[in-house]
């Protein structure tokens, strides 16, 4: 495994943890929104992108 797949996961995983706080009730919900972008947006990787809120629209 790379060093930058590595840093990639440990990335994905705290932004988890702080968007959920503990919450197994929001982590499944997340992990189905999740699931749906990568899907949409064909990625095989949850990186930090995919876990950042959309920007806002005008």
Do not use: C, W, Y
């Amino acid at each position: 495994m790379r060093h930058g797949a590595i840093h990639t996961d440990h990335q994905a995983i705290t932004s988890i943890a702080r968007i959920t706080g503990g919450n197994f009730r929001l982590l499944h919900r997340l992990f189905v929104q999740i699931e749906r972008i990568l899907k949409i947006n064909e990625l095989s990787l949850v990186i930090d992108d995919v876990m950042k809120p959309p920007a806002p629209s005008s």
